[in-house]
């Protein structure tokens, strides 16, 4: 949480997850802290999703 609010609205930041978005808040047990965060990152994310095999 510490490097989002750090970072807001000054600086690029990538963030690179192996799981969906929607599935942050059951990884992200505190449901305020998870709201904080995506509430952040999600309004101004492009979105990368990689595709193709495993390697």
């Known amino acids: 949480m510490e490097i989002v609010e750090d970072r807001h609205g000054r600086n690029a930041t990538i963030y690179a997850s192996q799981l969906p978005v929607a599935s ?7 449901e305020t802290m998870a709201d904080a965060i995506l ?13 193709g095999e495993s390697h």
Request: proline letters at 5%.
């Open 24 to 30: 942050w808040f059951d990884i992200i047990t505190e």
């Open 39 to 51: 509430d952040s990152i999600v309004p101004t994310y492009c979105k990368i999703q990689l595709t």
